[in-house]
């Protein structure tokens, strides 16, 4: 009972309910606006998918949602909470969590002592003390907590081996299961599908699923359209820096803008050797194509 009373637990919110409200999110750097105007909702339980060419926008929009940056206007609500100004310290408290597109894993320590990390907001001496001296209850709660995520993860065979000897796919996934130790609702994925193989991409597609089932909102960037069109429930495509379009997969691969702003050739993003470019091809989902 001591250790489960040394972390933080959340009441995730119910399916259906609105956890991110960016409304008019505009962005200039000098001249440049890297955000247009740009609303969107997340809500519990789906996958919502932000797309567009290389420089539309997609990391600037992060930082604006996420604390790490501040909007030049308009207006971010998490958890229905204004949010404008706020830290990202802020942001991970009420629940969002987010992985970073390279992997930011210590390599040398478990797969366990990675997760724990994520864990640290919840304890109530805050992160600093945890990682310097931690009481041990509090430990044996971080340690429990890690654990179970890298289970609800698929990945508990590993948990004792070291981040760096696991293959990039499960790396990604270690990732993910340490964002959850933060118990979040909320979780923000920039290109989870970048360099992993199909198999990988299949894990990583079933565990987003999972977790969508769990109440979870999702938010993705990925570049991978097949990935993007099998899994979300809804698609924001942004065009220097403003939104196209917005709606089902089925829409959106329909959509002329969308359509154009791919064919267009703006999308130089470098994509590792293992991952297809996207194309205007690759808009359009091939069932059976990911064995
Ligand atoms: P995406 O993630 O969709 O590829 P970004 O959000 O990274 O696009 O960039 C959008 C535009 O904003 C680009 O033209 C980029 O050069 C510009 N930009 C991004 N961050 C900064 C910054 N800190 N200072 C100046 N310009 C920036
Ligand atoms: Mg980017």
Not at 35 to 42: C, E, L
Not at 115 to 135: C, K, N, P, T
Not at 211 to 233: K, P, Q
Request: include cysteine; aromatic fraction near 4%.
């Amino acid at each position: 009972a001591r250790t489960a009373a040394a972390l933080v637990q959340r009441t995730l919110p119910a399916a259906g309910t609105t956890l991110l409200q960016a409304r008019k999110v505009t962005k200039r750097f000098g001249g440049l606006v890297a955000n247009n105007a740009v609303s969107m909702d997340v809500k519990a339980g789906e996958v919502h998918a932000l797309i567009g060419p290389n420089g539309a926008g997609k990391s600037t929009f992060f930082n604006m949602i996420s604390g790490v940056d501040d909007a030049t206007e308009g207006e971010v609500r998490l958890m229905d909470r204004a949010m404008l100004r706020r830290p990202s310290r802020e942001f991970a408290r009420l629940g969002m969590a987010r992985t970073f597109q390279h992997v930011r894993l210590l390599g040398q320590r478990s797969v366990v002592e990675n997760v724990a990390l994520g864990a640290h907001q919840r304890a109530r001496r805050g992160w600093i003390a945890s990682m310097l001296r931690l009481d041990r209850a509090e430990e044996a709660a971080l340690l429990a907590e890690a654990r179970r995520q890298i289970e609800r993860c698929g990945l508990g065979a590993f948990a004792d081996t070291p981040a760096a000897s696991l293959a990039l796919g499960q790396q990604r996934i270690v990732e993910i299961a340490r964002a959850l130790a933060g118990q979040p609702a909320i979780l923000l994925l920039d290109e989870p599908a970048a360099g992993l193989r199909h198999l990988e991409k299949r894990a990583l597609a079933d565990l987003l699923r999972q977790l969508r089932a769990e109440g979870l909102g999702i938010l993705v960037v990925e570049h991978d359209m097949e990935f993007v069109m099998n899994l979300a429930d809804r698609i924001t495509v942004l065009e220097f820096g403003t939104v196209i379009a917005e709606g089902t997969p089925h829409d959106v691969q329909r959509n002329q803008r969308v359509l154009d702003a791919y064919l267009g050739g703006g999308d130089d993003e470098p994509q590792p050797p293992a991952a297809p470019a996207v194309a205007p091809s690759s808009l359009t989902p091939t069932p059976g194509a990911a064995a």
